[in-house]
């Protein structure tokens, strides 16, 4: 009979089970999904990474995973650069919409003025907060 196990952490006997085969049973009912790691760095003179941007590219879609700038950067214009680049590169590889998640102590104003519109929301995650979902076509 099959038991079911709780393991901290998803390591490469289960992650190379069940990422491929998720993966597979995705392309079949939607297609190859054309995935690609899309990222972009912000370096300081010293070449210490001092912020970036992080996602892929799935199907016609830009999946925004993670954005940063260290904290006394910030203001400096380098957020918007790196959105702008990250989308420019998107588009470049056939993406024609982009999503994201935020939540209220990061960045939903930042990405409300780059004319991303919230489609969910999660209040109470975490407690006091809330956790939006954005889009916006490319």
């Not at 300081?44 to 970036?52: H, N, R, S, T, Y």
Request: net charge negative; hydrophobic share 35%.
């Amino acid at each position: 009979m099959e038991e079911i196990y709780q393991i901290a952490y998803a390591e490469e006997p289960a992650w190379d089970v069940i990422g491929p085969a998720i993966s597979q049973y995705n392309k079949q009912q939607g297609g190859d999904d054309r995935a690609q790691s899309l990222c972009f760095v912000l370096r300081a003179p010293d070449q210490e990474i001092v912020g970036g941007i992080i996602g892929g590219t799935y199907w016609d879609w830009f999946q925004l995973d993670l954005l940063w700038i260290r904290e006394d950067l910030r203001g400096r214009g380098y957020g918007h650069r790196l959105l702008i680049a990250a989308e420019e590169e998107a588009r470049r590889r056939g993406a024609r919409h982009v999503h994201l998640d935020t939540f209220t102590f990061q960045a939903p104003d930042f990405y409300q003025r780059h004319g991303y519109e919230v489609f969910g929301a999660l209040p109470d995650y975490p407690a006091g907060h809330t956790r939006y979902y954005m889009r916006k076509d490319l």
